[in-house]
């Protein structure tokens, strides 16, 4: 089941399933390189916001930002897979 970013805890593998906000949110997170089944690690997980690791960089984002990114765990069957992203999970098109 997805939820926030922010409810996932440090350590956490997760994918990237979309955003639940406005075309400015959603800009953001794709200049990020947070494009939907994108793999991303929580390195510093909670409500104040996040700090994570997505495509080999570290990112912090702010509570309002990262509470609109949703995302289900990794080995999760729900949402899109990214086909760009090295990972055992990742599948090709």
């Not at 939820?3 to 075309?23: A, Q, Y």
């Not at 997980?45 to 960089?57: A, D, E, H, L, Q």
């Amino acid at each position: 089941m997805q939820k926030p970013l922010t409810e996932f805890p440090t350590g956490s593998v997760v994918r990237i399933s979309g955003i639940d906000g406005g075309r400015q949110a959603r800009a953001r997170m794709l200049a990020m390189g947070m494009t939907p089944g994108c793999p991303v690690t929580v390195l510093t997980g909670g409500p104040n916001g996040c700090r994570v690791r997505v495509r080999g960089s570290d990112v912090v984002l702010c509570c309002g930002l990262a509470g609109k990114i949703l995302a289900v765990p990794d080995e999760s069957d729900e949402g899109p897979r990214c086909t760009c992203c090295p990972g055992p999970r990742a599948r090709a098109s």
